[in-house]
């Protein structure tokens, strides 16, 4: 009994340090409401008091700096604190500084609404700091327990219909593989936000332990999305492949798919290439096509078939810019049918039957990091 005690204060940690956040963390677009009111106030301020207005320029700056580097990661910490300690700083400032006589009220106003501003602030980057830690202590890192009930009621593998296992992050996830591939044997597994370091821990449990003739890997997004190293994403892609491998699985990998920035209009976070820059997307495909070839495995190159003319994801095939849509799928079913096949040989299923006329997915914000 003594043995189940840390891990179940560690459960309860983690539950109450989420319950305590929740309320106070700002979602994308309120932070990013919070960044454009807190710049117009302070450039007001300088209205009614000049000694303010030259006094605070240099921080007005590093405030718009922040909110520019929030709108494309709003979850970052350095951002987040440089915005809280540069709106301190202001304040600071406004009380420091001999306002002019009569001073306004509409000013005064303004400098109580700055106030609460950065109350609001302060409370947000507490609840990003508890929800860090808590993505630190969880019990469950690479979310073990999201597909356990399903694995253990799967039947075993038929004779004639051979099992596939796909193993991805959102994009794997919200893609409807029975709509596309009725009567076959695959199982998705994708979990929306993870990268392949998860992915590799959950390779027992969510794929070998499943026996299919062969895994599609799906990797990488999230990765670029969390700065995570190019060769530490080759390395998880290695060791993801000899597990695979030793188990006489046979080894698809899918290629990373292009991004775009078609609907940052839409929402400022839909600005992709920040976070997933083309260069390095193009960078760790040529990596894996090259591993492929070595190892023998079958490389599924999505890349080429998805890009517009602006070498980005086509507008058209996602709804924002990372995952694809129902005709981003159509592209890409064909495409991995072929893989299939080539992989399974003679065993494999027929060819897919036509695709379904309903758009089966639908992009899903804040899944990544890439969200």
């Known amino acids: 009994m003594r043995a189940m005690l840390p891990l179940a204060a560690t459960a309860a940690l983690t539950a ?18 919070l960044c454009v009111r807190s710049a117009q106030l302070m450039d007001a301020g300088g209205v009614a008091s000049p000694d303010l207005g030259r006094a605070v320029g240099p921080i007005i700056e590093n405030v718009k700096q922040a909110c520019s580097l929030l709108k494309i990661k709003p979850t970052r910490g350095q951002p987040t604190y440089t915005l809280m300690l540069n709106v301190r700083a202001y304040l600071e400032l ?31 980057f507490r609840a990003l700091l508890d929800t860090k830690d808590v993505q630190l202590v969880t019990a469950d890192r690479d979310d073990l327990a999201h597909y356990a009930d399903d694995d253990r009621r799967l039947p075993a593998p038929r004779t004639g219909n051979p099992r596939v ?43 070998l332990d499943l026996h299919p003739a062969a895994v599609v890997i799906l990797a990488g997004a999230d990765d670029l999305a969390r700065e995570i190293p190019l060769t530490a994403i080759e390395d998880d892609y290695l060791m993801i492949a000899d597990v695979a491998s030793a188990a006489k699985i046979k080894v698809i990998f899918a290629s990373v798919l292009p991004v775009s920035d078609a609907h940052k209009d839409v929402d400022p976070s839909y600005e992709r290439t920040p976070t997933h820059p083309p260069v390095f997307i193009k960078a760790l495909n040529e990596w894996l096509q090259s591993f492929c070839a070595q190892r023998g495995y079958t490389y599924l190159d999505y890349y080429p078939a998805l890009l517009d003319g602006q070498a980005q994801l086509g507008g058209d095939l996602s709804d924002d810019g990372l995952n694809p849509n129902g005709k981003g799928y159509r592209v890409m079913a064909p495409l991995l049918a072929s893989a299939l096949s080539k992989a399974l040989g003679p065993s494999a299923p027929p060819a897919i039957p036509p695709p379904p006329a309903v758009s089966s997915a639908r992009s899903k914000k804040g899944k990544d990091s890439g969200k």
């Open 16 to 33: 109450s340090l989420y319950a305590q956040s929740a309320s106070a963390l700002l979602s994308p677009d309120k932070l990013n409401d």
């Open 94 to 124: 406004s009380d420091a500084i001999p306002k002019p006589y009569p001073f306004p009220e509409a000013a005064r106003q303004q400098l109580a609404e700055v106030r609460d501003l950065s109350s609001r602030l302060d409370a947000h």
């Open 165 to 207: 296992v796909f193993i991805g992050d959102s994009i794997t996830e919200q893609w409807k593989l029975n709509e596309y591939f009725p009567e076959r044997d695959y199982i998705n597994r994708g979990i929306g936000g993870q990268i392949a370091a998860q992915m590799l821990g959950r390779m027992k449990a969510d794929v």
